[in-house]
């Protein structure tokens, strides 16, 4: 009898195994899948990632260059996007918007930022950082020095 129990056993660890082994199997291709899956997801939302900065870049670039063009005819800067979506108010009514179609708010839904001392105005977003305030007065030293993305822009540029 102690024969029949061992065998049974034996047997039964046999089917345990070939179990598993059919288990791994169909998981492993599943679990490959699920890793490419997740590779594919980042490399999207890089790339999602990549397009919403270059989109910024270029609306800050944008804009920048509409601010300069505001000091040009009006002999002062901007003091928000604002004024280059709506124009200079002159008397009773509005002159012409230097951008009537810009883009109020960056790809991460903060809005576009103005500042500026006498002869250089800083334009920039947040690149969806929180609560990040830049300065004409005080730049970043370098691109490296900041998660936004901006312009520092002089008369003379």
């Known amino acids: 009898m102690h024969l029949r129990s061992i065998i049974r056993n034996i047997k039964d660890i046999i089917i345990c195994i070939l179990f598993g082994l059919m288990l791994l199997g169909i998981c492993a291709p599943l679990i490959r899948l699920s890793d490419e899956i997740d590779e594919w997801g980042q490399r999207a939302y890089q790339e999602a990632s990549q ?30 996007v604002e004024d280059l979506r709506i124009g200079k108010k002159i008397g009773q009514s509005y002159d012409a918007p230097l951008m009537p179609y810009l883009h109020e708010k960056d790809p991460w839904g903060n809005e576009y930022k103005i500042s500026h001392t006498d002869s250089q105005i800083l334009v920039y ?23 936004a993305i901006y312009r520092l822009t002089t008369l003379s540029d």
Do not use: F, M
């Open 125 to 147: 977003c947040t690149a969806g950082v929180k609560g990040l305030e830049l300065s004409a007065a005080h730049p970043p030293a370098d691109v490296t020095d900041t998660k």
């Open 51 to 80: 397009n919403a900065r270059q989109n910024a870049y270029y609306d800050v670039l944008s804009i920048s260059n509409a601010a300069k063009l505001y000091h040009q005819k009006y002999g002062e800067w901007p003091e928000t």
